[in-house]
T-cell receptor, first 114, second 116 residues
């Protein structure tokens, strides 16, 4: 099974709201990733968790707060977002963080900030 | 630093014909992996095929094959017998071994449209 699940599929939130995106994988992968993707563009890496520890933060604004409660779960907490944060948010996982293994992506959460 | 170049923003192919999507890469590292992902309009990125830098044979997965020319630093995706469901955006990507937790570098993508 190569499935990564993400909830919710769609999210509309105001600039003062607090919401969370959730991601889950049961492949035993030790690396998990959050990406942001604008329409017709490649995904942009936001965060990498390696063995449940944050290993890369690509200078993401603090209104995005990642959390990895265990090896299967990854959350992205959202607070005081801006309209330009509207995008598709993709979660991915891979077997090992520092090897050239492929990444498996979830279906994404389409976020709209009003 | 790594770089992936996909020079075809859009491609059209007739159903049942083969199509080649171009990808060139640049890296000074010797150990790396090259990937192709498919992204339909629904948004999910689907892993298609992988080629390791030390693999001597070109990778194949069903109707997908990767034409790996290491000296030219190219990793073109060949889709045989195109189907309507192949219409999507295709991304070429690279990961370098043992660096920066395996960050992927993506190309800008190619939008493939399969005509009936």
């Amino acid at each position: 099974d190569t499935e990564v699940t993400q909830t919710p599929k769609h999210l509309v939130m105001g600039m003062t709201n607090k919401k969370s995106l959730k991601c889950e994988q049961h492949m035993g992968h030790r690396a998990m990733y959050w990406y942001k993707q604008k329409a017709k563009k490649p995904p942009e890496l936001m965060f990498v968790y390696s063995y449940e520890k944050l290993s890369i933060n690509e200078s993401v604004p603090s209104r995005f707060s990642p959390e990895c409660p265990n090896s299967s779960l990854l959350n992205l907490h959202l607070h005081a977002l801006q309209p330009e944060d509207s995008a598709l948010y993709l979660c991915a996982s891979s077997q090992e963080p520092d090897r050239t293994y492929e990444q498996y992506f979830g279906p994404g959460t389409r976020l709209t900030v009003t | 630093a790594q770089k992936i170049t996909q020079t075809q923003p859009g491609m059209f192919v007739q159903e049942k014909e083969a199509v080649t999507l171009d990808c060139t890469y640049d890296t000074s590292d010797q150990s790396y992996g090259l990937f192709w992902y498919k992204q339909p309009s629904s948004g999910e990125m689907i892993f298609l095929i992988y080629q390791g830098s030390y693999d001597e044979q070109n990778a194949t997965e069903g109707r997908y094959s990767l034409n790996f020319q290491k000296a030219r630093k190219s990793a073109n995706l060949v889709i045989s017998a195109s189907q309507l469901g192949d219409s999507a955006m295709y991304f070429c990507a690279m990961r370098v071994y043992n660096t920066n937790a395996g960050k992927s570098t993506f190309g800008d993508g190619t939008t493939l449209t399969v005509k009936p």
